[in-house]
């Protein structure tokens, strides 16, 4: 049986993560509060700030821009989006 969560993004219930994404509170708070849908729309937003602004995730400052919008994302908030991207049609 697949386990739901409320999601704070969309705020309905929907399908949740199988385990918690990474190690410690804040993979359990995702776990617990982030859809498995949400989840994935955050990785792939991840990755286009991370290609398009040249990031390292080494640099600590790199990662916490990268926590900082990851939580404006699910929050609803205004977050970056990478200048000039423009999405590939399929």
């Known amino acids: 049986m697949t386990r739901t969560v409320f ?6 219930e929907m399908e949740g993560l199988p385990v918690p994404p990474y190690p410690g509170p804040k993979g359990q708070e995702i776990f617990e509060q982030v859809s498995k849908q949400a989840w994935e729309e955050w990785q792939k937003h991840q990755t286009m700030l991370i290609n398009e602004k040249s990031l390292s995730m080494m640099d600590k400052n790199a990662r916490a821009y990268i926590a900082g919008q990851m939580d404006r994302f699910f929050n609803n908030e205004d977050y970056d989006k990478a200048e000039g991207y423009v999405p590939i049609k399929e």
Do not use: A, I, L, R
């Not at 999601?7 to 309905?12: A, E, G, L, T």
């Open 7 to 12: 999601c704070k993004k969309y705020q309905k």
